[in-house]
Every structure is written in C-alpha cells, then in structure tokens.
C-alpha cells in the first residue's frame, strides 16, 4: 500500500514538472530593444551607394527599389523633416533589403554628414525620421614639439588635422607659422567631439600655448558677452591684431625679402622687396587687415593679375601672380581683414604657382615677415582678474 502511493506521489511529481516546463516553454522571449536608429540593421541586406549627379529624390528611391507610387509619398511625408532641394550628388546612401533578390528596400538610410542621417521606412506604413549618432566630446592636451612642420608634427603625434586650422584661426595675428622653428612647442587645451571612435570637429580651444626660445605666447579663451574678441594673452591683450601674419594659410616660403636676388627667369639680380609664398593654383588667398582696394587688374610689369590694398596707418599691401579675384573685388572697394580677394596663381613672369606678396609704410617697401601689428581693443578692466585666475588654471593644467 505505501509502495503505491509513493508511486502516486512520484508520478504526480514529474507530472507537475512537466507542466511547470511546458509553461516556462510558452513564455516567449522579450523583443530586443528597439536600435537608436529605429530598426534592427542587421536583419536586412544593407546595399550602399551614392547619389548620382542629377538625381533627385523620388529618382533616387525608384532606383533603389522602392515599388508603386511610395516614392512620390514618401516625398510628400518628407515636410520639415528633410528638405529634398538639399539632396547632394555624391552623399552615401543605404538601403535595407529583406533578402538577397534585394527587389524593394525596407528601409533607405540618407547620410546627411558624420553625425546624421535620414531615415525613410519604404514599406507597408511609410515614415521618415531623423537619426543623430551619439556625440562623444572629451578634453584634450595638445603637446608638440616642431621638428619639421606643425602638419606633419602633429599628425606624427597621432593629432587630427583639424587641430592646426584651430590653432592658426587662433595664433595667425601673433605667430608666423611660415617660420616655424626647430624645437618651437605648441601646447593648447581644447575639447574634441568624435563619432563611432573618429573625431570630426575640435568645438573649443580653451588654451593655447607657444615657445620659441625665450619667447613665450599664450592665447586664453575668455568672451565678454559683447560679440567681439575670444582670445587674449595673459595681459589682457588682444590676440586679434591690425595684420594677419600671412595672408594664406597652409603654403611655404619660397623667396624671401632681399635688395639683391637673382630673378629665377630673367637671371638678373635685382631688389625682391616681397615674400613668395608657394601654394597650389587655387589657395585663397586673404586681405591682410581692413583697406579699401586701389588697383584691381593686369600688371604691365611682369606682377600678372595683382591687387593693392591701402590701408590705415600708411601701410599698403600687393598680391600678385594670381590666377583671379575674388567674388566682388574691384578698384574702390572696401575689404575687411581675413576676406578672400584673390587666388594663387602663376599669371605674370612666373616660374610656377605661387604669391608675391608686398608691403609698404608710407610708400617705403618693408619686410612683411617683420611688421609689428598694433592689437585690437584690450580686454575690459573688470574682467582681467578672472582672466589672470584662468590663466593660472590652464597652466596648472598643463603641468
């Protein structure tokens, strides 16, 4: 008897088991959260491609695939989300197939830049939305010392490009980046903003530091709410000076300012009272300071297409050999420091692409290289105990 009904208990046993098992089988699995993107990317065939020259959007989605009149509806959805007048040529473009007949997309994903991009759902209910990958923006320490250039220094250091463009914008006023010495450093703090591990913008230089031997320039990120200057030195000075350092940016010196230089085509030695900058055909090339435009045109003298520039306090400024003007740029007219009035070239008695470039104080010729730069406005009085405070944080910082 008590045989059968441990039996009984037994079988009831592994009877409820198997219940309990049954039921834990029937509980589906939960769905994945949905991606930031707004769908599962790898469950589709993803086919990448470009716009084409002289496609526009419905084109674009009729070649993709995308079956009936869903082009012209999808369009018609796009309203303030995508502005199809934008479409470029050459933007990568994704499409999301179903399977390898890859016949109709699900989904068409429109690259707009590194960070977003436009989502168009092909299928079944139509939608559009925008995508912004995740920003990462990290503080960073600029340390280089110049070997060669501050390009190829920097890229050696394992820095992006996008770096030198920030320092220039900031040190053009203050330092010639033409004449860049061995063991010059440059130092700078600044925030970097990446995307999927790339960086693809530097937002801020908050500091900047330059040796040259004995001379030391610091440029600090200070703005008074007044619209103007960002950048001061430890004084209070403005960065901002009356001239530019150079009137291009990214180029080299390739005849500097002498009474005595043998002519490279005439062979004859004679004063070369300008700085040649060699650039490719092309390099915009910028006003030195503010001026009004004096002469606009063809050189008899060898200069090929030239501008002068007058500007205050008795200086004046040329630009030669250059293979055409700038947007607007004429005899008479006003220009404001950093505009474009011209592009390299090699027009005139030249040898190849490159600047001649000229200065004169009060009518007499001086190196451009060695032109003492009055600052812009200093920095107001009450802000300069702050900025001193800043400046000791940044070099702290900077160890």
């Given amino acids: 008897m008590k045989v059968r009904t441990y039996a009984i208990v037994f079988l009831s046993v592994l009877a409820l088991a198997g219940c309990r098992n049954r039921n834990k089988e029937a509980v589906p699995e939960p769905e994945p959260e949905l991606p930031a993107i707004g769908f599962f990317q790898d469950r589709f065939i993803a ?56 016949t109709a997309p699900e989904y068409i994903v429109y690259v707009n830049d590194r960070v977003r991009s436009t989502v168009f759902q092909c299928r079944d209910s139509l939608a559009i939305w925008i995508y912004d ?65 790339e960086p693809f913008e530097i937002s801020m230089v908050h500091f900047g530091l330059y040796d040259s031997g004995s001379t030391r320039k610091a440029a600090i990120r200070f703005d008074q709410g007044d619209g103007g200057n960002k950048y001061w030195d ?9 001239f530019l350092k150079a009137p291009l940016q990214f180029s080299r010196i390739s005849s500097r300012f002498s009474y005595a230089r043998k002519h490279p085509v005439t062979g004859k030695v004679r004063p070369h009272t300008a700085v040649d900058y060699a650039a490719p055909t092309g390099t915009p090339v910028r006003a030195l300071g503010d001026g009004t435009v004096t002469l606009c045109g063809w050189d008899p003298t060898g200069g090929g297409n030239r501008i002068r520039i007058k500007h205050a306090g008795g200086y004046e400024t040329c630009y030669m050999h250059l293979s055409k003007f700038g947007s607007g740029i004429r005899s008479g007219v006003r220009v404001a420091q950093g505009q474009v009035i011209g592009y390299v070239g090699a027009t005139g008695t030249a040898t190849g692409p490159h600047l001649d470039f000229r200065v004169w104080k009060n009518g007499t010729p001086v190196d451009p290289l060695k032109i003492i730069s009055p600052p812009a406005e200093p920095l107001k009085d009450e802000n300069l105990d702050s900025l001193k405070v800043l400046y000791g944080k940044y070099m702290e910082e900077l160890g």
């Fill in 234 to 242: 430890e004084n209070g000075e403005s960065m901002k000076k009356a």
């Fill in 47 to 102: 086919d990448t491609t470009t716009v084409h020259d002289s496609e526009n959007i419905t084109s674009l989605f009729h070649r993709l695939g995308v079956p009936g009149d869903s082009p012209y509806r999808l369009v018609s959805l796009c309203d303030t989300i995508f502005d199809v007048r934008k479409l470029r040529a050459g933007k990568q473009v994704v499409a999301y197939y179903p399977d390898s007949a890859r």
């Fill in 133 to 197: 990958k995740p920003v990462k923006t990290e503080r960073k320490i600029l340390d280089v010392t110049i070997h060669s250039s501050l390009w190829s220094d920097l890229a050696h250091a394992g820095y992006p490009a996008m770096l030198i463009a920030s320092l220039e914008s900031i040190f053009e006023w203050t330092v010639n980046f033409f004449g860049l010495q061995e063991g010059d450093r440059f130092r700078a703090i600044y925030d970097q903003k990446s995307v999927d591990g």
